[in-house]
């Protein structure tokens, strides 16, 4: 069984400034797949990125980047010049492929103007 | 392009009581899972329908059924509600072949059960 575990429930960064949101999880597969989800207040989630786990590149897209620390089983969210509309809920979740996403309960993301 | 659509976005219903709710996936997509999320909890995994079969079902009871439609829309049914079946119940759609945890979602139902 795949587990993710998001321990931060609330976070705030000031607008244009750096924000790391973390995530642990646990899984006995060698082959899986990390991702990071965000849902706005409109509700419908988006994907933000995504690392496979075989990959030891850490998995970038715009001002969105992981830091994957395999053999931590860490995968945290690095959210650099946050924007207002980043404001929402992340969250974290994995697959091993075959499997569907479990989700971690996610971290509200506050941006202060 | 439409994305997913799901309907009806929120529905009050009384305990014992029966619903249904909709989903058209987005286009090109033919596989559609469904979640429930709980107020401040994550979405969990109720099942997951590909070619009018169900493929993958998560630790849901009976009460909850599914159905796909030729044009690969899908139902959720919830029979016999209770008061913990208040969720927002997320539709999300993908390619069966496609990436591994690339989900569309709609934008969501409500469910009120009182």
């Known amino acids: 069984a795949q587990t993710v575990t998001q321990s931060q429930p609330e976070m705030s960064v000031q607008e244009a400034e750096t924000v790391t949101l973390s995530c642990t999880y646990d899984t006995s597969e060698s082959d899986y797949y990390l991702f990071w989800y965000k849902q706005p207040p409109s509700r419908q989630m988006i994907l933000v990125i995504r690392q496979e786990a075989y990959k030891q590149q850490n998995a970038t897209e715009n001002r969105f980047s992981v830091n994957f620390q395999k053999a931590a089983k860490s995968f945290s969210l690095k959210i650099s010049d946050s924007q207002l509309g980043d404001a929402a809920m992340y969250f974290c979740?994995?697959?091993?492929?075959?499997?569907?996403?479990?989700f971690g309960k996610g971290t509200r993301l506050s941006v202060i103007a | 392009d439409a994305g997913v659509t799901q309907s009806p976005t929120h529905l009050i219903k009384t305990r014992g009581q029966q619903v249904t709710l909709r989903c058209s996936p987005k286009?090109?997509?033919?596989?559609v899972s469904w979640y429930q999320q709980a107020l401040g909890q994550g979405p969990q995994f109720i099942f997951q329908y590909y070619e009018e079969e169900e493929r993958q079902r998560g630790n849901f009871p009976d009460r909850f059924s599914g159905h796909q439609f030729p044009n690969y829309s899908s139902e959720l049914n919830v029979n016999a509600l209770l008061l913990g079946d208040s969720a927002l119940y997320l539709c999300a759609s993908s390619r069966w072949r496609g990436r591994t945890g690339e989900l569309f979602f709609g934008e969501g139902s409500r469910l009120t059960v009182l």
């Open positions: 979740a994995s697959s091993s492929g075959n499997t569907p996403l479990v």
């Open positions: 286009s090109g997509h033919d596989t």
